[in-house]
Structure formats: C-alpha cells, structure tokens
C-alpha cells in the first residue's frame, strides 16, 4: 500500500486533492494508499497571532541541518505541530496569492512551476504530522488530528477554488501548444489542469460552495472512521493464563505474546491470522474470529453510521460535479475507465474462484467429518491442516529459512541486480528506536537516489497493516538544486521474545518485497516535478510496481540465494522450495473470494447515485444484501466489513479496492515476460521495467507505461493460471 503525500507537491498538487485522488495522510489499512481529501471547515490564519519565539525555535519550521535532511525527530514535541501547520499555512496562502495576482502574463515558469512549487514548508510540516499519527501515536496527537486536517483542506479549497489563478493556469494551457517545453512540462501543464478542472474549478459559485463543505465533513468522517477503527483495534484483547489454552501455537508465538505469566492475544492482524491458523482451541478461535469481525461495530467506536455518510456525501459530490457516481467520478482516468469494466473484471475472476472455495469448504467439513459443521472460524486452521495432509508442508518448517535480515539483504540482491542499485546501512536517528536506515546509490556512479528507512515492528501506538510512506518526495528544477526522497516503509511484524530473531511467515515476505517494490518506486523516480513524481498514476497502475517484485520473493532461483536457515546458514531445501511451489495455490478459492468480496463491496458502496445513497439506513444489511446477490458463502468474510474497511473509508481507495487484483494482471503479465526470456535478471526488460515504471511516475498514461515496458498489453490469463484457475486464452487485460 503507498501513502502519497502530495502537500509536498506545492499547490499544483493540492489542487488535485478531491475524493479518490487526494493524499494528505497516510490511511489506516494493510495494503498501499492514500487518503481522502482532508477537507473541513474553513480557518482565517493570521501569522501575527502565533507567538514569534515560539515559532522562531519551532524545529518543524527550521532547515534542517542533519544527515539526509532527515527531520529532527528527538527535538519535535506535540506542542510544535499545531503553530507549525498555522505559519506554514499562512506562508501558502501568501505563495498563492502572488502566483493568482501577478501582474505579468502567466506563463509556464510563474504560474505552473510557482504552484509546483509552492507549499513546501507546509508539505514539510504534514509529512512529518501524518507519518508520526501512523507510527507513533497518542491521545493529543489524535486530537491534533481533528485540529490540523481541516485547517489544511481550508486551503485546499482555496486553491482549488481560486478563480484568478485557474484563470492563469487555464491560460498556459491553452498555450501549450506554441511554447517551447520538453514532455515533462507538458505533462506538468496537463495534470494541472486537471487537477482544477476535477476540484470543480469551472463550476458555478454555488456548487463549489456545496462542494468546499462535503469536503469538509468528509475530511472529518474519515479521520473519525480511523481513529474509531484504531481504538476499537487496540481495545479487543484476550488474557490467557493457563497455556493448556494456547495448545498448537509454536514456541516462539507464544514466547513473543508473553508477559509476565499471562499471553496476551490481540486482533493486530499478524497476531490474528497466525492465531487462527495454528490455534487447536476452536473456542478461543470463535472468540478471536468475532472480536477481529466485529471491530468498530457497535458503540462508542461503531463505523457504520460513518460508513453510510460517507457513501452518501462522496455521492452528492459526484452528482453536483455531473457525475452519476464516485466511482464513475474516481475512475475515470484510471485504467478500467468506468465501473461497469470493474465489475466485469471481478466477476470473472469471482466465478473460479467462490466455486474453488465452495471445493474447499467440502474438502475441510471431510477432514473434520461428523464431529461437528465447519464455520468461518475454522477456515485458517483446517486449510493448514490441508495444505499439510495434501503437501507434507508446514508453514512452521519454513520460518526459519526467512529471518528479517536474511530477507532484507535478499531484496537488497534483487534491487541490485534488476536496477543496479545498492543500500548501505547508515546510522541516522528515526522516530522510534527500532527504524533502521539505508542510503540508496547508483551502483555505477555512486549517485546518492534517496534515503530508505524501515520500520517492522507492532506496537499500540502505530497503525495495523503494511504502507510505504516518505519524508520528502523528490524534486529537481533547474539541474543545481536537486532534492532526493526520503522514503518509509512500515510493517507490522511480532516483535520476538527477548533477543531472538525475527522469524516471518513467507505471506510476510511477500508483503516485505510488496512494499520494498513500492519504496523503490519513490526512490528511483527520474520527474523532476514533485506533481507526478515517484509512486503516482491511477489506483490501479500504482500497485504494480509492488506487486511484480513479489514473483521474485517466491522464485526457486531467488530463494536459493537469501532463504538461509537463521541458525545453521544453511540454503533452503530444494524439496522445501519443491512443497512451496506446489502448495502455492492451496486455498487460492478463499483467498480470491475474501479479496473480491471486498472489492465489490467497495463498488457496492460506491456506484450509487446520490438518490440510492441516502436511502440506506444500515450499514450491515446493506453489506449482507451486496454479497448475497454475488452469491458469497457464509463461511468466509469479505477481507473488510464496512465497518473497519478503512482503504476506502479512511484512504483512498474508494472505488478503487479492486486496484490489487487488476494490478495483478499486470504483475503476473509482467514477470511472465521474464520467465519467456529464459532469465528473471534478463538485462534488457529489467531495463525497460527501471526506466517505464520505477522512473516515470505519472510522465504518460499507465497503459502507455505499460506497454513501453512490456512491448504489448497485458492479458488476464497470466493472472487466472498463477492462481490455479482455467483459462480461455480469450480475455483481455
């Protein structure tokens, strides 16, 4: 999952920021993305009014003399980002006002570039405010949420809003043609453009006024819907006290849930599903299937109201923009288009996949035979039962052969000779003692391409789920001055018992490369404008460049050379990796059926008009009413309930869940090349693949990008067989 944060991008970007398309903040969830537009009530910001010895030893505010340019993470207290965020917001507003009221013509240089420039102290400020409230926060930091967001989406809507500088922008887009400017310009001119344009800049007085204010409370619903998912998240917790409870956990999983004489279970999402897949307590795994189902659900903390307001706003903005639907507002330069071409898409793969569950769910009630009636809460734990009576494969077998830094210096490998680039460990300072950082270099010149710094670890004070995120996105206008990103990425690993070693399950090594693939994607960026630069392009374009390294995670020749045995150093198994290759599509009809499910929820939610939208009263019966249509069995959950489906109702992923799966047509495309070419380090397409995806950023449409590396357009069967479903030979990407 990325977090783009385009307040970096100066006000050009800002101006983009409506719905689907907008990054303020990283989103609560475990896959890639962005938020939603943090937009709420309008706020008069005077710089007189915040006290000038304050803001003059703010470090928030400072130009920061350390290693990388890397924030001074020790020096910042709460009390600093408030006063920070207001100056910062008043210097944009000046930067705007002498870009709209420049007495010369506009032109590319002092309208365009102005924008792109404008807002980096701002950019500054929130970069560092949302990265923290993700890692490492706290009950004033969550207060300083609601605080902080809707001073920014004031000035959001300024700009966006803004008819003297549309005016100008309009006019160097109709110039274009005649100026002379390379094809970055260019592009810099026409996302621009539109940016406004989808903001509602040629609207009328009235609809932007309607407009400015569904911003505002849907910046407020979503920073509710994520503090509640947050809270309800780290509110459910188990207790165990006798060990005869936890029969079937390994050692080093209990020894890591240990404290004290109790074991402490909680529903963060590593501790649940390898709870669930090796916990003999079928109890105990009831408890933990409703206490993970049932987050946000009810109560203080209940999401489904939330839920419903949203749907029903993002549609009343969709309506007022002459849209019949968010989704077909979101879509649009996506590369599916429309949302009919989503649902299409999803039902094909849907169909193998919910009757390859439905085999599933027959094959685990046999195992289980008259004992008693398979539920969804025994899904995790009989599938392995299965996998191992079918493979002779345990998960717990191979945990050793990945040790995180066997695995880190594996992607590293791959790094280097795919896009021959290095990583050196460099010791700066992080925002938690466990961040480790790593200088990224041209193998050949020595050219320092950005700062890569990881955070692996669970703790209470830090979101659930897997993201990249940066510091500081790259910029370069003028060839003297370049700025290199400052790259995240987080995972949510058990932290081990004592000194042991960090042992992960081969899912967990997916996901490392996944957003490693994501990281490299903001750090190899080669856009010299913060608009379109590093991880950018539609929702659906924007996983690919994470998902494809996954194939290299999993290849035999790969594995050979980084899955060494944490204890011995010895190199996996060729029977291992064998049991591996085999059992890779074990359980690929649930895994298909939880993922669309979500996905067609989305849509569900999504596709509505303004009309349909406020007729729902009940978020659940809604959900239950969507799934039952599409035939979804009792036994397995969509991968989100509504409640805590925070990729799309506190990021930005509205209509744009399916992403994942569509970007997977082109992963599995992608690396097929590769395996067509006899050599997964083939020179010439990992060429191709550095310079059209990690590289260009938004530089040209993403099927265009696509087919520059790949020579052609992507197909669907690639996808269907990998997952072990039949083909036709007839579908289309």
Same mark, same amino acid.
């Given at each position: 999952m990325t977090a783009k944060n385009y307040l970096l991008g100066g006000a050009a970007a800002?101006?983009?920021?409506?719905?689907?398309?907008?990054?303020?903040?990283?989103?609560s969830s475990d896959a890639p993305a962005e938020a939603d537009t943090v937009v709420t009530e309008s706020t008069d910001?005077?710089?007189?009014?915040?006290?000038?010895?304050?803001?003059?030893?703010?470090p928030l505010l400072q130009d920061w003399d350390t290693q990388y340019g890397v924030p001074p993470f020790a020096e910042i207290a709460d009390e600093d980002y408030l006063p920070a965020v207001d100056f910062a917001i008043a210097e944009l507003q000046g930067e705007i006002e002498a870009i709209a009221n420049n007495e010369e013509a506009p032109t590319f240089e002092n309208t365009i570039v102005a924008l792109d420039k404008a807002g980096?102290?701002?950019?500054?400020?929130?970069?560092?405010?949302?990265?923290? &409230?993700?890692?490492?926060?706290?009950?004033?930091? /969550?207060?300083?949420?609601?605080?902080?967001?809707? !001073? =920014?989406? %004031?000035?959001?809507?300024?700009?966006?809003?803004?008819?003297?500088?549309?005016?100008?922008?309009?006019?160097?887009?109709?110039?274009?043609p005649t100026l002379d400017l390379d094809e970055q310009?260019?592009?810099?001119?026409?996302? &621009?453009?539109?940016?406004?344009?989808?903001?509602? /800049?040629?609207?009328?007085?009235?609809?932007?006024? !309607? =407009?400015? %204010?569904?911003?505002?409370?849907i910046s407020s619903l979503t920073t509710q819907f994520a503090q509640n998912l947050l809270a309800s998240t780290k509110a459910f917790k188990l207790e165990i006290t006798d060990e005869a409870e936890l029969v079937g956990l390994s050692e080093d999983f209990k020894a890591a849930l240990k404290d004290g004489d109790t074991w402490t279970l909680t529903v963060d999402r590593s501790v649940y599903e390898t709870f669930m897949t090796q916990s003999e307590n079928r109890d105990l795994r009831a408890q933990m299937f409703d206490g993970y189902r049932l987050r946000a659900n009810g109560g203080e903390f209940d999401n489904g109201p939330i839920a419903i307001k949203l749907a029903q706003l993002r549609a009343e903005r969709a309506e007022l923009l002459g849209y019949p639907s968010h989704a077909a507002y979101t879509l649009e330069y996506n590369m599916a288009r429309t949302p009919e071409t989503v649902e299409n898409f999803l039902v094909r793969v849907w169909e193998p996949g919910l009757a390859q569950a439905k085999s599933e769910r027959e094959e685990m009630q046999a195992m289980i035979g008259d004992e008693f009636t398979f539920a969804g809460h025994d899904w995790w734990h009989y599938s392995e039962k299965v996998r191992q009576d079918k493979y002779a494969f345990d998960d717990n077998v191979l945990k050793p052969y990945f040790e995180l830094s066997a695995v880190r210096e594996g992607a590293w490998t791959m790094a280097e000779r795919l896009f021959n680039v290095t990583l050196e460990d460099v010791d700066v300072e992080g925002w938690n003692p466990v961040v480790t950082?790593?200088?990224?270099?041209?193998?050949d010149t020595g050219e320092h391409l950005g700062l890569f710094m990881m955070d692996m670890y669970a703790r209470d004070s830090k979101r659930g789920g897997a993201w990249m995120s940066s510091y500081r996105n790259s910029t370069n206008y003028d060839d003297a001055d370049e700025v290199r990103p400052i790259i995240t990425n987080n995972l949510n690993l058990i932290t081990p018992a004592g000194d042991g070693p960090t042992l992960m399950r081969f899912d967990e090594v997916e996901t490392f490369f996944h957003e490693f693939g994501h990281g490299l994607h903001g750090l190899l960026t080669q856009i010299k404008y913060s608009n379109f630069s590093g991880v950018d392009g539609p929702r659906d374009y924007t996983e690919f460049p994470a998902q494809i390294l996954e194939h290299w995670a999993g290849a035999p020749e790969m594995l050979a050379e980084y899955a060494l045995h944490n204890e011995t150093g010895e190199a996996i198994?060729?029977?291992?990796?064998?049991?591996?290759?085999?059992?890779?599509?074990?359980?690929?009809?649930?895994?298909?059926?939880e993922f669309i499910a979500a996905s067609l929820l989305d849509l569900a939610w999504h596709n509505l008009s303004h009309e349909e939208a406020m007729a729902i009263t009940d978020a659940r019966a809604f959900e239950q009413e969507v799934l039952a249509g599409y035939g979804l069995i009792e036994e397995i959950e969509p991968r989100y309930r509504s409640q805590y489906f925070s990729h799309i109702f506190a990021g930005g992923y509205s209509s744009g869940y399916y992403a994942y799966l569509w970007s997977e047509i082109l992963d599995a495309d992608g690396f097929t090349a590769f395996r067509e070419a006899g050599d997964i380090w083939d020179p010439e397409l990992a060429a191709?693949?550095?310079?059209?995806?990690?590289?260009?950023?938004?530089?040209?449409?993403?099927?265009?990008?696509?087919?520059?590396?790949?020579?052609?357009?992507?197909?669907?069967e690639p996808l269907l067989r990998i997952r072990g479903f039949e083909t036709d030979e007839e579908g289309e990407g």
């Open positions: 800002l101006a983009l920021t409506l719905a689907g398309c907008d990054v303020v903040r990283a989103p910001v005077e710089t007189a009014a915040v006290d000038a010895e304050a803001l003059a030893n703010n980096g102290m701002l950019g500054q400020v929130a970069l560092v405010f949302s990265n923290i &409230t993700n890692t490492d926060t706290n009950d004033t930091l /969550a207060d300083l949420e609601t605080q902080i967001w809707p !001073k =920014v989406t %004031a000035v959001q809507n300024e700009i966006n809003f803004n008819a003297a500088l549309f005016e100008r922008v309009k006019a160097v887009r109709d110039a274009a310009d260019l592009r810099l001119i026409e996302l &621009t453009y539109r940016g406004f344009e989808r903001a509602g /800049a040629t609207q009328s007085p009235e609809v932007k006024e !309607k =407009v400015a %204010a569904i911003n505002e409370e950082a790593y200088d990224v270099k041209d193998a198994p060729l029977e291992l990796i064998e049991k591996m290759r085999e059992a890779s599509n074990h359980n690929q009809g649930f895994r298909t059926t191709r693949l550095k310079k059209w995806v990690y590289e260009s950023g938004g530089l040209r449409p993403a099927d265009e990008l696509y087919r520059n590396f790949r020579g052609s357009d992507p197909t669907i």
